[in-house]
C-alpha cells in the first residue's frame, strides 16, 4: 500500500499514539532490566548510560524528522516533531536525574564542583541547559507568543545542542570512541544537510535578485502536450 503524503486527522492521531508508546519502550526496558536484576555489574551506571543513550539517540531522530519530510514528501511527519523533541528532553531530564540522585546524592557542592572539573560533565551540563528552553517553549501557546521567526530562532539552538550532546558523549570516552564517531558521523550528516539548503537557498535568492527583468510587452506563450 502507497503511504501518503497527506494523513487524516484521525490518521495522525492514530500514529501519534502508537509513537508515545513506541517512545517509552526503552524506558520500560530499562525498568524491566532493573526489576529483573539484568542491569549487570554496574546498575547505576548502565541506568545512567542507557537514560543518556536515549536522550541523545532522541535528539539526533528529532533532527531527522525534516530531511525525511523534504525527500519523501510526507508532509505529516513534521507533527510527530515535537513529540520526538520532547522525548529527548524527558530522557535527558531522566539522565541527568539519575546522575544528581545516585551518583552524587544530591550533593550540590559536589555536583557544582563536578561540573566546573569534569569537562564532559560541563558539556552535559551546557546541553541540558539549552534543552530547557526548547521544551518550555515546544506548545503552540508559546509559538503565538514568541512569534514564528523568535521561536524558529530559539529552536535553531537544536544544533549546537546536537553538537554539544556528541562532545559530551565522545569526552566521556576513554578508549573505544567508535561509538561516540558514529552518532558524532550522524549528526554531521543531519548538520550538514541543514548547511547544504541554506547554500542552495542563498543562491535561489540570488539568482532571483539578478534575474533579468522583462522588458516592452510580455507575450504569454501557451504549450500544448
Ligand atoms: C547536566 C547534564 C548532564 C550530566 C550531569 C550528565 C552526566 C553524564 C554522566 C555522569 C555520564 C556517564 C555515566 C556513567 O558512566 O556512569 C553520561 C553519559 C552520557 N550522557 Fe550525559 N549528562 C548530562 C546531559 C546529557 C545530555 C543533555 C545528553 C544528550 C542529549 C547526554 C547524553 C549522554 C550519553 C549519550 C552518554 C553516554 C552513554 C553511554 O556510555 O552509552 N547527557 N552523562
Not at 532490566?33 to 547505576?44: E, R, S
Not at 526548547?134 to 503552540?140: F, I, K, R, Y
Not at 535553531?156 to 552518532?183: F, N
Request: glycine content about 6%; charged content about 15%.
Amino acid at each position: 500500500m502507497p503511504v501518503s503524503s497527506q494523513l487524516s486527522a484521525r490518521q495522525i492521531a492514530a500514529v501519534k499514539v502508537a509513537l508515545f508508546l513506541a517512545c517509552l519502550l526503552p524506558l520500560a526496558l530499562l525498568a524491566h532490566n532493573a526489576w529483573n536484576d539484568a542491569l549487570g555489574a554496574n546498575p547505576i551506571e548502565a541506568v545512567t548510560r542507557g537514560l543518556g543513550d536515549w536522550a541523545l539517540n532522541f535528539l539526533l531522530i528529532t533532527l531527522t524528522v525534516t530531511p525525511l519530510r523534504r525527500y519523501t514528501g510526507l508532509a505529516w511527519l513534521a507533527r510527530l516533531r515535537r513529540m520526538l523533541g520532547l522525548y529527548c528532553f524527558f530522557y535527558a531530564a531522566l539522565h541527568v536525574t539519575s546522575y544528581l540522585w545516585f551518583d552524587q546524592f544530591f550533593d550540590w557542592t559536589a555536583i557544582a564542583k563536578d561540573i566546573l572539573k569534569r569537562p564532559f560533565i560541563t558539556a552535559g551540563f551546557i546541553a541540558f541547559m539549552l534543552l530547557i528552553p526548547l521544551a518550555a517553549t515546544s506548545n503552540n501557546a508559546m509559538v503565538r507568543r514568541l512569534g514564528g521567526k523568535h521561536w524558529l530562532a530559539l529552536h535553531r539552538s537544536v544544533y549546537p545542542i546536537a553538537i554539544i550532546g556528541v562532545v559530551h558523549y565522545t569526552w566521556m570516552v576513554k578508549l573505544d570512541v567508535a561509538q561516540p564517531l558514529v552518532y558524532a558521523a550522524i549528526a554531521a550528516v543531519l548538520l550538514g544537510l541543514r548547511v547544504l539548503w541554506r547554500v542552495q537557498e542563498k543562491r535561489r535568492q540570488l539568482a532571483g535578485a539578478y534575474l533579468p527583468k522583462a522588458k516592452g510587452r510580455v507575450i504569454e506563450i501557451a504549450v500544448k502536450r
